[in-house]
């Protein structure tokens, strides 16, 4: 049974660029959840979807957006690129059955390093 | 202030040792959640806990709602239990403490 798969796991932007991330839940799990890590922190909330819609969101800028498709897999988009956009992104899937009871299975990220 | 804290936030210790690390909360949860994470960034689940305590071979995760704390405890270190280890609590969505950086020495 995979858990979550993300990809890729590496990737090098230019400022200014845009760049689509992927995340493919876990078998059974209908919820994901994007984070971003910088470097020598903890995750922070970006967004989450459920039923292919923007459920929640974080604190971020109007340059992420997210998408989630019929198969419960997941894409987050960055437009325009910052420096500081640049750390490991982290997708997390659930299901509100589990979510509550088990948390969420963590993928095991993609580093963006934005030059 | 943030909303979840932990201490310390680096740990050096020796193999075989006990060690503890703690997690404050200032916000209503449903529950806790340990999480590890080895360099390169993939992260494990620990524990997830509402109440009480929970055993797991070496490690055990204890909770108390009222105080709005919680400690992982790992008994007999080892230098592979080295990484990060993050408490992180869930409402509607998880909030994240910074981490605190393990390192085991053999």
């Known amino acids: 049974d995979a858990g979550v798969t993300q990809s890729p796991t590496h990737l090098i932007k230019t400022r200014g660029q845009q760049v689509t991330l992927r995340c493919s839940p876990k078998?059974?799990?209908?919820?994901v959840s994007w984070y971003q890590q910088a470097l020598g922190q903890g995750p922070q909330f970006i967004f989450q979807y459920y039923e292919e819609e923007e459920r929640q969101r974080g604190n971020f800028p109007d340059r992420f957006s997210g998408h989630q498709f019929p198969n419960y897999s997941s894409e987050l988009n960055v437009n325009a690129l910052l420096l500081g956009d640049s750390a490991l992104y982290l997708c997390?899937?659930?299901?509100?059955?589990?979510?509550?009871?088990?948390?969420?299975?963590f993928g095991s990220g993609t580093r963006l390093t934005v030059v | 202030k943030n909303e979840v804290e932990q201490s310390p936030q680096n740990l050096t210790a020796q193999e075989g040792e006990f060690i503890t690390i703690n997690c404050s909360y200032s916000?209503?949860?449903?529950?806790l959640h340990w999480l590890q994470q080895h360099p390169g960034g993939g992260i494990v689940s620990l524990f997830m806990?509402?109440?009480g305590k929970k055993k797991h071979g070496r490690l055990i995760a204890t909770i108390n709602i009222q105080e709005k704390h919680s400690s992982l405890h790992i008994t007999a270190s080892h230098p592979r239990d080295s990484a990060v280890y993050i408490c992180?609590?869930?409402?509607?969505?998880?909030?994240f403490g910074t981490g605190t950086r393990l390192k085991v020495l053999a």
């Open positions: 078998s059974g799990h209908d919820t």
């Open positions: 916000v209503g949860i449903s529950a």
């Open positions: 992180a609590v869930f409402s509607y969505k998880y909030i």
């Open positions: 997390a899937s659930s299901s509100p059955q589990t979510g509550s009871n088990y948390g969420y299975t």
């Open positions: 806990l509402s109440s």
